[in-house]
């Protein structure tokens, strides 16, 4: 972990000829490697610029293995994000059957992502 200041480095921030764009998880054929790194220079050919990756999910099911296999998707657009340059990704959580299974898997996600330099946020829907 660093020890040192931000503060000149956010300081000497300027705007960007790049639109800074959302992309929906849905829109992605791949969370591949190759794939992301081609998207990443086609969004580039657009003067655009990946912010933040969406994602909607369930954990509908009490089952702890649904619910890691669930997580593991989130964790698989963490990665993707991380790659493709965003440095957040808004996960809207749409079920939920057993609290005490998927808050400790979503905490895990958040500090995986932590550690890939993105920031991982979750909301439920209403």
């Given amino acids: 972990m660093s020890t040192g200041s931000f503060g000149s480095a956010v300081a000497s921030c300027r705007p960007s000829g790049l639109q800074p764009v959302t992309l929906p998880a849905s829109a992605l054929d791949s969370t591949a490697p190759e794939y992301l790194r081609d998207l990443r220079r086609e969004l580039a050919d657009e003067d655009r610029t990946p912010a933040e990756l969406t ?9 702890s293995f649904a619910t890691q296999e669930t997580v593991e998707r989130v964790r698989d657009h963490v990665r993707a994000a991380a790659q493709l340059g965003a440095g957040r990704v808004s996960v809207t959580v749409e079920a939920v059957a057993d609290e005490s299974k998927v808050e400790p898997a979503l905490s895990a996600a958040r500090e995986r992502a932590r550690r890939e330099g993105v920031t991982l946020a979750v909301e439920r829907a209403e």
């Fill in 55 to 63: 994602l909607a999910v369930a954990f509908d099911e009490d089952c």
